[in-house]
């Protein structure tokens, strides 16, 4: 099994910008993804990236400020998060599945992370 590893949240203001990263104990070739749940709300689909980072999907709530990396060389997923928003705020948690294609439904993945806390002030 990949144990994933979250980190780099924080506390940050409005506009400003942060890189959240994801560290996996093995090589993986696993399609990856980020999630997010505020306070009070349900899970929500952030961003994920295909299996070698050809192809990437983003929720239309992050779309053209969130940006999903890989780096297999690394062990390591990362979102970029900029012109961030109160909104935002929430715990993000990487996740792995060995779908091929990209997938939004958070029940299609297997390996989870215990989630880095991001917080975003008005």
Do not use: H
């Not at 780096?71 to 935002?88: E, G, R």
């Amino acid at each position: 099994q990949v144990l994933l590893a979250e980190s780099g949240g924080g506390l940050v203001q409005a506009g400003d910008s942060m890189r959240l990263s994801c560290a996996a104990s093995t090589r993986t070739n696993y399609a990856m993804a980020w999630f997010r749940q505020a306070p009070g709300k349900d899970r929500e689909f952030v961003a994920a990236v295909t299996q070698r980072g050809g192809a990437t999907t983003y929720a239309d709530s992050v779309k053209a400020r969130y940006t999903i990396s890989r780096d297999d060389a690394k062990n390591t997923v990362d979102l970029q998060m900029t012109s961030l928003k109160p909104q935002d705020t929430a715990v993000y948690y990487c996740a792995a599945t060995w779908f091929v294609g990209l997938t939004t439904d958070q029940n299609d993945y297997v390996y989870w992370g215990q989630g880095t806390q991001a917080t975003v002030s008005s």
